[in-house]
């Protein structure tokens, strides 16, 4: 566009000195070599203007002649390097769709037509052909040649990390995420890698400070980096519980701080409080806590704040959070263990009923077998309540990969991944998928629609002979017998028992058992 109108303006320039000269006439003489020469001003400019447009054009023509050959290589070579490109582009989409084949042969043409050293991506096309190809070993043999090259440094040591992951080489694979962290440590992949061998190692202090880089490039959210800080920081409170108290409180309370509804950092740090005998303030950590997510732990260390408290002292302070958290299942089982253990059985009962009425589970059927042992020793309601518990769906636990876990942990032990436990109910046994007999209604069998007796036609015949009609003692034996039977029956045999109820001995039902049937 700029050249368009640049061109425009010399020419309209042209126009207006040429109108000029043609208004304003004159002459021109030349003596040269003993001649003279004379033209008008118009024909001296037109003349002008002609031999500087002929010396131009002879200067172009001597130039293009001039650069002819390495016009024409370069042509071929733009040509050749155009041809490689679209051999490389045809092979990278290729290896992402799978075809091996494909990939190799366009692999070969790029590599004639491209110098692999100026064009990084040959060598990445060549690995991910190998990989197609199942050449797992000439593909890490690629990629380690490439970590000579600093720009394709991190591209080999991502293939190599990928390699050691399928390998299930897990200490290879952090070195190499290791060494790109170092490198680029905004990379996703790299940092991840390093702060499961970070965690792994109990390095507390070198995941916070990678999460810290984490956000400060941006590559978690805000809430997930306070989510993990909160979590490196527990940990740390936890493996420094035992050798340096303050520095355990400290990371416990900017753990509760960053994340207050974490149910872990809420109990350590009211743990460290409690120890410094500040029972109101560790009180409100758990509080606030028991209001985001009743947990049984918090319950447990609520009602225990203080050593010297009486049982219904305790009671006092579980109904204390029941009134934080009503009509929740956690709230009425608190209760009722500080109610058991206040010999309140009365109450005790009526919470755990309304536990199993709010969240039908096994702890709360094991509690009731507790009380109903306790308060009436009754070895078949026991037995029966604990038949019940065997049915009923687990209780909440902290899981991680399949493991089971009382204690919540910083990682998974199968994996290694940071903040994997979760708060939640195990898999179901195949048992607890059957209900009891007593719990499912028994569906009323319909009689059989009674069908109408075909009419019989009866034939005079001849009288059948009837049989002589027995005396008097043998119908006299006949009746005594079924009677006999059954006072045998209910003389010398127990009625059956169901399948799941084992009975109570009479020696057993007489003394009363002093065991517990608890979870917790």
Request: hydrophobic share 45%; charged share 30%; proline share 5%.
């Amino acid at each position: 566009m700029i050249r368009l109108l640049v061109f425009l303006a010399v020419v309209f320039a042209l126009g207006l000195g040429f109108a000029w000269l043609a208004d304003r006439p004159g002459e021109m003489l030349v003596t040269f070599n003993g001649y003279q020469y004379q033209v008008t001003l118009m024909v001296a400019a037109v003349a002008i203007v002609a031999v500087v447009a002929a010396v131009m054009i002879v200067w172009w023509l001597i130039k293009s002649l001039w650069n002819s050959p390495y016009t024409i290589s370069r042509y071929f070579r733009v040509r050749r390097r155009d041809r490689g490109y679209q051999a490389l582009s045809t092979g990278m989409i290729a290896a992402g769709a799978g075809d091996g084949a494909l990939a190799r042969k366009k692999t070969k043409e790029a590599v004639k037509l491209i110098n692999a050293d100026q064009e990084p991506l040959i060598n990445l096309l060549d690995a991910q052909a190998s990989l197609l190809e199942g050449d797992h070993e000439g593909a890490r043999a690629k990629f380690e040649r490439m970590l000579d090259d600093p720009e394709m440094r991190l591209l080999g040591l991502r293939g190599l990390y990928l390699e050691a992951e399928r390998l299930g080489d897990r200490n290879a694979a952090r070195h190499y995420a290791g060494r790109a962290a170092a490198v680029a440590p905004q990379l996703a992949w790299a940092a991840e890698s390093t702060l499961e061998e970070l965690t792994e190692r109990g390095d507390w202090d070198g995941a916070l400070k990678l999460v810290e880089a984490q956000k400060s490039t941006r590559q978690i959210e805000r809430d997930a980096a306070n989510r993990r800080r909160a979590v490196l920081l527990t940990a740390k409170a936890q493996a420094l519980v035992d050798s340096d108290l303050s520095a355990a409180r400290a990371a416990a309370l900017e753990a509760n701080k960053l994340a207050p509804d974490f149910a872990p950092a809420a109990v350590i740090a009211a743990d460290m409080v409690f120890r410094q005998n500040d029972v109101r303030k560790g009180s409100k950590i758990l509080e606030a806590a028991w209001k985001a997510e009743p947990h049984p732990d918090i319950a447990e260390l609520y009602t225990h704040a203080r050593a010297g408290d009486a049982v219904m002292d305790r009671l006092n302070r579980a109904k204390k959070l029941q009134e934080l958290k009503k009509n929740h299942a956690e709230s009425s089982m608190a209760v009722a263990r500080a109610a058991l253990d206040a010999q309140d059985f009365a109450t005790a009962r009526r919470e755990a009923e309304a536990a199993i009425r709010m969240d039908r589970r096994e702890g709360a059927y094991l509690l009731l077998a507790d009380i109903e042992e306790a308060e009436t020793g009754d070895q078949g309601k026991v037995r029966q309540l604990l038949s019940k518990a065997v049915r009923a769906p687990r209780d909440p636990a902290w899981v991680a990969d399949g493991v089971i876990s009382e204690r919540w942990a910083p990682v998974s032990p199968v994996t290694g991944k940071l903040d994997a436990f979760t708060w939640r109910a195990p898999m179901e046994r195949l048992g607890q998928l059957i209900d009891s007999e007593a719990d499912l209604p028994v569906p009323a069998i319909a009689a059989a629609p009674a069908e109408p007796g075909k009419a019989i036609e009866i034939a005079p015949d001849a009288p059948a002979e009837r049989p002589a009609p027995a005396n008097d003692g043998e119908k006299e034996m006949a009746a005594a017998e079924p009677a006999g039977e059954t006072e045998a029956i209910g003389q010398g045999s127990e009625p059956p028992r169901l399948p799941d109820d084992p009975g109570v001995a009479p020696e057993e039902e007489a003394e009363k058992s002093a065991r517990r049937f608890r979870l917790f």
